[in-house]
Each structure stands twice: as C-alpha cells, then as structure tokens.
C-alpha cells in the first residue's frame, strides 16, 4: 500500500519522552507513506527534533488550532492528527485505518479503540457513543476522542478543519457533526488501537469554563433553531447535577455566560437529514 498520509503531531513540549514515543510509534508505521510534521504549540520542536520537519508556534494557538497549523504543511489523501501523549501500539494501525477508508467509502473519519497506558479503567469519554457498551464492539461514532484520528483529506477542507475558536474542549464534537453534515458517517473502530494514559481533565478549573462555553458555541454555530435551544438546555442540567465544588460552578458560569454573549464564529448549520442521520447512528444532539 502506497498512500500518502499527512500526520500531524501536536505538542507543547513539557512531555518530551512521551513525545519521543509518539513519534516513534509514527515512524515505525508500515504500508503506508507518511508526510509528518511536529507542531509545537509555544514551543519550538526542532530544538528535540532538529531532523523532522517542525512547526514552531510562538505563541500556543489552542489544540484545535495547532492542529489546522500542521495540516497546511503536509500532504496526503488522508489526515491523521496524533496528540503527544498517545501513541499506536502496533506498526500496521495506519495501513489498517486507510484500508477501512477504502472499503467503506461512507465512512468519513475513523477514531481508533484507546486503550489505557498504564493504571485505571477505561473512561467513557473514550468510547465515542452514547450507549458505551463493549469497548471491543465497533460502531458509527457520533462523538469523538480526538488524540487519534484519521479523515479523508477532501472532507477536513471541506468542513473548514477543526474549530480554531474554541481553544480547548469539544472541538471533535464539531467535526464529527460536520462529517455527517456533508454526507459521510463517523466510525469506531475497535479493531485498531491507540496508547494513552487515563487522565482526569476535571483538575483544571479551565476544564469547567471551556466545557460550558463550547457547549454553547456548538449549538449556536451547529444546530438549528429550536435543536440549539434544547442541546444547551440540555447539557445545562447535567453540567449543574454534576458539579460538586463553588470553584467549578463559578469558572462553569463564566464559560456559559461568555459563550452566551461572545461571538462564536460561522459555521454551515446542521440540516435536519444530518440531524436525523446522528439520531440512526445512535446520538441525535439534544444531548
């Protein structure tokens, strides 16, 4: 198999073993040609890495951003954004992803099985459906762990890449809609499997602002009148019911508020057919 593949390896420099290994386990990837680039998001890659081809961002641009950064300086039928701390464990997971690609010609993006680096239980952010269920058991995804990811080139333009606004947090929710907003299905693939260590993102009072204001800026760029207003009900409720600290409420409320009245960018809404396409998937998104 000869295909191109533009990777995109993200990273802030403060991991610099893990990094290391995520670049390994990149270049050791078999059946297929790779066009790679190490982004560092406010630090300079080729410092480690004087050999690679590097982007340096001065400043950190957010992890959305970053990532549409690198993809302008790679080429390839498909695009496979990789974070630092994750890695493939086997050297054909490449191949394998683009060989699902070509066989399923409705499948617009594929997020691979992650499987704990280390201690502690598989979280169920990492299982890209509403009904987890079996890890092992593969299936249309209508939400997205992003720290692995493969899509088909034509369609990452045609979206428009991934929300550069948002910083940090639900940027895959975006692109997983948008897949299916221009006719394709998001899959699991629970077949081919990446490394990453389970980490508790609720330490971080950004986590809490983010969250809350991403979760509106989806709705007002994705969803249509009255899906927007339900989505944002919606997670309002579960947001609140899970809070356990005055800290989190707060920085949670500045999120909501500045996502209310902030502006959030453009984006093609939803049709309903996409709509209801993510509700046969599985996850129609009121919720």
């Given at each position: 198999m000869s295909n191109q593949v533009g990777a995109v390896l993200l990273t802030m420099g403060k991991r610099p073993e893990e990094l290391a290994r995520a670049l390994a386990s990149l270049k050791n990837q078999q059946g297929a040609t790779i066009d790679l680039v190490i982004v560092g998001?406010?630090?300079?890659?080729?410092?480690?890495?004087?050999?690679?081809?590097?982007?340096?961002l001065p400043e950190n641009l957010g992890i959305p951003a970053g990532r549409n950064a690198g993809v302008a300086q790679v080429s390839g039928?498909?695009?496979f954004f990789l974070d630092d701390d994750a890695y493939l464990d086997n050297q054909n997971s490449l191949s394998a992803l683009i060989e699902k690609l070509e066989s399923h010609q409705e499948w617009g993006l594929i997020q691979p099985r992650v499987d704990p680096d280390g201690p502690g239980v598989v979280p169920n952010r990492w299982i890209p459906r509403l009904r987890v269920g079996d890890p092992l058991q593969s299936s249309?995804?209508?939400?997205?762990?992003?720290?692995?990811?493969?899509?088909?080139?034509?369609?990452?333009?045609?979206?428009?890449?991934?929300?550069?606004?948002?910083f940090y947090a639900h940027e895959g929710i975006e692109l997983i809609w948008q897949v299916y907003n221009h006719g394709f299905v998001g899959w699991y693939a629970a077949d081919v499997t990446v490394r990453h260590p389970v980490i508790n993102p609720t330490r971080h009072l950004d986590f809490?602002?983010?969250?809350?204001?991403?979760?509106?800026?989806?709705?007002?760029?994705n969803l249509p009148f009255p899906i927007s207003?339900?989505?944002?009900?919606?997670?309002?409720l579960i947001s609140l019911i899970r809070m356990r600290k005055?800290?989190?409420?707060?920085?949670?409320?500045?999120?909501?508020?500045?996502?209310?009245?902030?502006s959030a960018g453009r984006k093609e809404k939803l049709s309903w057919a996409a709509l209801f396409?993510?509700?046969?998937?599985?996850?129609?998104?009121?919720?």
């Amino acid at each position: 198999m000869s295909n191109q593949v533009g990777a995109v390896l993200l990273t802030m420099g403060k991991r610099p073993e893990e990094l290391a290994r995520a670049l390994a386990s990149l270049k050791n990837q078999q059946g297929a040609t790779i066009d790679l680039v190490i982004v560092g998001n406010g630090w300079n890659p080729a410092i480690q890495f004087p050999h690679e081809k590097t982007l340096h961002l001065p400043e950190n641009l957010g992890i959305p951003a970053g990532r549409n950064a690198g993809v302008a300086q790679v080429s390839g039928e498909y695009l496979f954004f990789l974070d630092d701390d994750a890695y493939l464990d086997n050297q054909n997971s490449l191949s394998a992803l683009i060989e699902k690609l070509e066989s399923h010609q409705e499948w617009g993006l594929i997020q691979p099985r992650v499987d704990p680096d280390g201690p502690g239980v598989v979280p169920n952010r990492w299982i890209p459906r509403l009904r987890v269920g079996d890890p092992l058991q593969s299936s249309p995804a209508t939400t997205l762990w992003e720290g692995a990811v493969i899509i088909r080139r034509k369609l990452f333009d045609d979206i428009g890449g991934w929300p550069s606004e948002f910083f940090y947090a639900h940027e895959g929710i975006e692109l997983i809609w948008q897949v299916y907003n221009h006719g394709f299905v998001g899959w699991y693939a629970a077949d081919v499997t990446v490394r990453h260590p389970v980490i508790n993102p609720t330490r971080h009072l950004d986590f809490y602002r983010l969250n809350a204001r991403n979760r509106v800026w989806l709705a007002k760029r994705n969803l249509p009148f009255p899906i927007s207003i339900i989505y944002v009900t919606t997670w309002t409720l579960i947001s609140l019911i899970r809070m356990r600290k005055l800290s989190s409420l707060i920085a949670w409320l500045d999120g909501f508020l500045n996502g209310i009245f902030v502006s959030a960018g453009r984006k093609e809404k939803l049709s309903w057919a996409a709509l209801f396409a993510l509700g046969r998937a599985g996850r129609f998104p009121i919720i």
